[in-house]
């Protein structure tokens, strides 16, 4: 997704779980001839740090030392950097914002940026200012806290896409979502400080009215409410009227919302509130063998459908051998989501009337979704065979392939096995 070039009414998918890594950042040739590429400072619009390229918790305290300061070092010498990665790296608090304020050079071009699992699980961004630190104090300045996180990033002047953990962001007032979307605001260990005076502006100049996109993933061990704050990261949530209002300081603000592993309703309210510019749900579960308790998916749809009906583009839900039966959600959902344009659906669906009647709603335009792909897993519960299942997905197809055509939609159904 070109996010540079999106506009308020952007229907494009998402598009940024994975990044390709160039070929000159192969990981043995780059730990190989890394001084090399320092001291010749090759200039680099994509920087990708990614755990595909080197593992940090493999390495000795003194390599691992050697190889952040030399990525520091080059990517400091940059001047043109456009795209930002250091997902799963796993690195320190004091590591990733030396990495991430060296970008200060490329401030004006850095577009996107992206930290998924960038941090280790105990060392997020966002310190927890107790007021007391154990020792002498003397390097009490040096401690990574909440304003350095926001500084580092706050100064990317034409920033478009920010893609981190819901935990590197989320704070119990909101002000470090309030901070990111306002213009001329700095972040102290209490809080946000009022505006500063107009000659000061440049300094603090944030990214406001050029903010697209905000993909946030939402992982088991950062739910916000359940999660101790005392462990390192997550554990708060983001008020709805901090999204209030950053929504009236970045219109064009989309928000993706990324659920791996937390396929259960009652922890979605944990992250989800009414008035989040939701724009993309993206919902990937586990194979749950045990099945403890419900899910209550269809909840969760009920709540999709009545907060984000106006905002809604995109929804991809891969639900891994799930145990609900999920049929009369999905045939509500498209009507109800006048705005939705891509569903992309990975698992089971029990009966046939269902994937009919979500077709029939596409060809009657009672919707606008232009994109339908299914890659459903056979009926368990179904006493059917295979093959006349799949015999009645052919029906199905054959039956709308041309209307689709016609109509411009793209429509896709595979299998996979149990």
């Not at 990981?27 to 990708?48: T, Y």
């Not at 999204?243 to 928000?255: N, R």
């Not at 309210?269 to 269809?298: A, C, E, N």
């Not at 045939?331 to 009966?351: M, N, T, Y």
Request: glycine fraction near 6%.
């Amino acid at each position: 997704m070109d996010a540079s070039t999106a506009c308020c009414t952007c229907t494009e998918p998402l598009e940024r779980v994975t990044h390709p890594v160039p070929v000159e950042w192969d990981a043995d040739n780059m730990i190989k001839h890394f001084p090399r590429m320092i001291n010749r400072g090759k200039s680099s619009k994509e920087v990708i740090l990614s755990d595909r390229l080197f593992r940090l918790n493999t390495f000795d305290y003194l390599s691992r030392k050697s190889l952040v300061d030399g990525l520091e070092k080059y990517i400091s010498q940059q001047r043109r950097i456009e795209s930002f990665c250091i997902d799963g790296l796993g690195l320190s608090r004091k590591e990733g914002l030396r990495l991430v304020t060296a970008l200060f050079n490329s401030r004006k071009t850095v577009t996107h940026f992206y930290c998924w699992r960038a941090f280790k699980r105990t060392e997020g961004p966002l310190l927890v200012d107790t007021g007391h630190l154990a020792g002498s104090g003397l390097y009490k300045d040096r401690v990574p806290r909440k304003q350095d996180w926001f500084t580092a990033i706050g100064c990317l002047d034409a920033l478009t896409t920010l893609s981190m953990n819901y935990a590197y962001l989320a704070t119990p007032d909101g002000d470090l979502l309030i901070a990111f979307s306002n213009i001329g605001d700095e972040v102290t260990s209490s809080g946000l400080k009022k505006k500063k005076k107009k000659k000061n502006n440049n300094k603090y100049r944030k990214i406001g009215l050029h903010w697209h996109w905000l993909q946030l993933l939402c992982l088991p061990e950062e739910i916000p409410k359940i999660t101790d704050p005392g462990d390192g990261v997550g554990g708060y949530a983001i008020p709805d009227l901090a999204w209030m209002e950053a929504k009236l300081w970045a219109p064009c603000l989309k928000v993706q919302f990324v659920f791996v592993g937390i396929p259960e309703h009652e922890k979605h309210t944990k992250f989800l509130t009414k008035h989040t510019p939701v724009h993309s749900f993206v919902m990937s579960t586990d194979i749950d063998l045990q099945f403890r308790q419900p899910w209550y998916l269809g909840c969760t749809m009920k709540m999709i459908w009545t907060w984000y009906p106006k905002t809604l583009v995109y929804i991809y839900l891969q639900l891994w051998h799930h145990r609900e039966i999920f049929d009369t959600e999905l045939k509500k959902l498209f009507p109800l989501v006048p705005k939705l344009r891509v569903f992309e659906f990975v698992g089971e669906i029990r009966r046939i009337e269902t994937l009919c009647a979500m077709c029939g709603q596409i060809r009657d335009e009672e919707c606008k979704v232009n994109y339908l792909s299914f890659q459903l897993q056979y009926p368990i519960a179904d006493q059917r065979g295979r093959e006349e299942w799949k015999s009645d997905i052919d029906g199905l197809i054959n039956c709308f392939r041309d209307t689709f055509k016609e109509m411009n939609v793209k429509f896709e159904v595979s299998f996979y096995p149990c």
